[in-house]
């Protein structure tokens, strides 16, 4: 078994049987040529391991053969020692220059022969090694990245419908694009940017991404989800880490916009080419902090024509070939003043993609434009609940019916969505997952409760989309100094004879009560038309039986599992 294979190029037939003896000598096979030309011939047929070159040849010296060589081999390692009677160093270093790795000085020491095949060997096995390595990698690079894709990007929903540009500077990328709706219908949506950019900088995607889509399934809203994600990446980032992130949520009939941005360039509200509103970032980025700073959600009413585009600061810190920055007035202008044919995120796009050409961005660029029409209005069944942890008091009778008594005060009202952990608990006493229309009872009982019963708001308030921001700007305003009061649920479950099960829910708050036949009237003369109070009526038309008991701050509502 030989060593390998080597190439000897010199047009002195007594050089080349010398040479050639002392390699076999060593074990090797020996491939002759004897010009320059031939040279290249034979490498290509014969895929040598080492070239022993001589310089000075009629027609292609050994410079430009070894260039053509060397160009031929492409990234396999082949090394080319020149053999030379010419010792000046312009002559070594264009040796050098043109892809040689060595030289041997003319006569030949079998000693220094030897050594150099010696080292060349060494620096072969290495070179193998770290090529096993580095296709190892590719590989675990590669699986990585699909699995890492179906946990942060499988879940999404109705990304079609959205303008997405996303250009990673790695394999892996910091930057990351989520959507999901509540059981209600609401569209979260949720961009992030994490320090750097790679695998190092990918490592908090996952869990972020898991928080957010579990928490919105549950029904939390954005502050919740915000809360949660900021302790997470808290707890497992290290320090110099963090995640620039902003948050929207679109109401369901898309009338509405509620949005939180900590840390990347501001979100903007365009229709046509005009900057509708501006939502600069308010808070520190996600992480940096133990205790997230109670997170303002900016509100906004939506109108025909709003597009809302969230970018990272890969956009405006987007570079081309001179090293200058795409910047955030080049962005307002390219929205101001490109085509009018076209949409908001098709002249932002072909801007930056042209501005960056191909060349290669040091972070990742990522860039996201929500049409705010029909086209992502909430589907008329809304998406099921999920589960989270159970808290309440739980009694099982014989005939297999139970019941749940929960109390919350106002410390708990001010922070806590409850209506994810009653129907954990349903859930669980049931045996199987309740449907959507659970959700929509629960929550509208506990909503209605909590504005009207505790807060003391009036729904009239709401009667058009300004009133509508007012009224959440309002209720936002109450709920953080709301002192006392207290809502109580209670859940129980009664199987017939034919083994299905009812719901009897009932919702009492501390406040002060309405008269819900005169809302009543009033709601069923403006049903198409009114922005509130619509939900008690969905509850009425969703239930068995349902019940407002005077003063008005006690609702009872029948449900058929």
Same mark, same amino acid.
């Given at each position: 078994m030989t060593r390998g294979k080597i190439l000897v190029v010199d047009d002195e037939p007594t050089n080349r049987m010398i040479l050639g003896a002392q390699l076999r000598h060593l074990g090797y096979e020996i491939v002759e040529a004897a010009d320059g030309l031939d040279a290249v011939k034979l490498a290509h047929e014969t895929r040598p391991d080492v070239v022993f070159m001589d310089i000075m040849m009629p027609g292609m010296d050994g410079y430009e053969a070894t260039r053509r060589i060397k160009a031929g081999a492409g990234d396999r390692y082949l090394p080319v020692i020149f053999l030379t009677a010419l010792t000046a160093e312009e002559d070594m270093v264009k040796g050098l220059e043109s892809g040689g790795d060595d030289f041997l000085v003319k006569p030949i020491s079998f000693a220094m022969l030897q050594a150099r095949l010696n080292a060349i060997e060494r620096v072969r096995r290495l070179n193998h090694t770290l090529r096993q390595q580095?296709?190892?990698?590719?590989?675990?690079?590669? %699986? !990585?990245?699909?699995?890492?894709?179906?946990?942060?990007?499988?879940?999404n929903v109705e990304m079609e419908k959205f303008g997405v540009m996303y250009l990673p500077a790695d394999t892996f990328s910091g930057d990351l694009i989520l959507s999901a709706r509540r059981p209600t219908g609401e569209l979260h949506l949720l961009m992030g940017d994490f320090t750097g950019h790679g695998l190092y900088a990918a490592i908090g995607a996952m869990p972020l991404a898991q928080i957010f889509h579990s928490m919105t399934a549950k029904g939390y809203g954005p502050v919740s989800i915000l809360a949660e994600m900021n302790r997470k990446l808290f707890e497992m980032l290290p320090t110099e880490m963090f995640c620039a992130a902003c948050i929207a949520s679109i109401s369901p009939? /898309?009338?509405? %916009?509620?949005?939180?941005?900590?840390?990347?360039?501001? !979100?903007?509200?365009?229709?046509?080419?005009?900057? /509708?509103?501006?939502?600069?970032?308010?808070? %520190?980025?996600?992480? /940096?902090?133990?205790?997230?700073?109670?997170? $303002?959600?900016?509100?906004?009413?939506?109108?025909?024509?709003?597009?809302? %585009?969230?970018?990272?600061?890969?956009v405006t810190e987007a570079r081309n070939a001179a090293g200058e920055m795409f910047g955030s007035e080049r962005v307002l202008t390219t929205l101001r003043e490109g085509q009018p044919a076209h949409s908001p995120f098709a002249r932002l796009y072909v801007a930056v993609e042209s501005f960056i050409a191909d060349r290669r961005q040091q972070d990742d660029i990522s860039l996201l434009c929500v049409p705010c029409d029909g086209s992502i209005a909430a589907p008329s069944e809304p998406a099921d609940a999920a589960d989270t942890a159970p808290v309440a008091e739980v009694a099982v009778s014989e005939d297999r019916g139970w019941t749940l008594n929960y109390r919350f005060e106002a410390d708990t009202i001010q922070r806590l969505d409850p209506v994810p952990l009653i129907l954990n608990q349903i859930r669980d006493l049931l045996g199987t997952e309740p449907d959507a229309h659970l959700f929509t009872i629960l929550s509208e009982l506990y909503n209605?409760? /909590?504005?009207?019963?505790l807060l003391g708001l009036d729904s009239a308030q709401k009667g058009n989309a300004d009133g509508f921001a007012s009224y959440l700007l309002e209720r936002e305003a109450r709920?953080?100094?709301?002192?006392?009061?207290?809502?109580?649920?209670?859940?129980?479950?009664?199987?017939? !004879?034919?083994?299905?099960?009812?719901?009897?829910?009932?919702?009492?708050?501390?406040?002060?009560?309405?008269?819900?036949? $005169?809302?009543?009237q009033r709601l069923m003369r403006n049903a198409e038309t009114a922005l509130s109070g619509r939900g008690l009526l969905l509850v009425e038309r969703l239930s068995e039986s349902f019940v407002v008991h005077?003063?008005?701050n006690r609702v009872e509502a029948v449900y058929a599992v």
């Open positions: 580095a296709e190892l990698m590719r590989r675990d690079e590669q %699986l !990585a990245e699909e699995l890492f894709s179906g946990v942060i990007t499988a879940p009939d /898309v009338r509405n %916009l509620q949005i939180w941005n900590g840390g990347l360039p501001e !979100a903007l509200l365009v229709r046509d080419r005009t900057i /509708v509103s501006r939502f600069p970032s308010t808070s %520190l980025p996600l992480g /940096v902090i133990e205790d997230l700073i109670e997170p $303002e959600m900016v509100h906004h009413v939506l109108q025909p024509g709003d597009h809302l %585009l969230i970018m990272t600061d890969g209605n409760a /909590v504005d009207h019963g709920l953080e100094t709301l002192q006392t009061g207290q809502i109580a649920i209670d859940v129980s479950a009664r199987p017939d !004879a034919n083994g299905q099960v009812r719901l009897r829910i009932v919702v009492t708050d501390s406040g002060q009560g309405f008269d819900y036949a $005169e809302t009543r005077p003063p008005g």
